[in-house]
């Protein structure tokens, strides 16, 4: 079953940084959906636990250079 977590995502500064965190998070295997506020600084990402988990997610943001952390 799949899980729904929220991150939150330092470094975003403008709507192609968003672009750029849903791209990168919606091509990861297991990732069903991916929505990222700018507002906020939080993602919603839905994902299949068996398939990526918390900290895959949080590596591939930070890769592109920000500073992602599940929100627990
Ligand atoms: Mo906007 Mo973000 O000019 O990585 S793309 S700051």
């Known amino acids: 079953a799949n899980t729904k977590e ?3 995502i330092k470094g ?3 709507a ?3 672009m750029r965190v849903e791209k990168v998070v919606q091509k ?3 990732v069903e959906s991916v929505s990222v506020n700018l ?3 939080q993602a ?3 994902f299949d636990p068996e398939a990526v988990n918390e900290q895959d997610i949080e590596s591939r943001i930070n890769k592109i250079g ?3 952390k599940v929100k627990k």
């Open 16 to 18: 192609s940084c968003v």
């Open 39 to 41: 507002a906020t600084n």
């Open 66 to 68: 920000f500073e992602a």
């Open 6 to 8: 929220t991150f939150s």
């Open 12 to 14: 975003m500064t403008c």
């Open 44 to 46: 919603q990402v839905e």
């Open 28 to 30: 990861l295997d297991g």
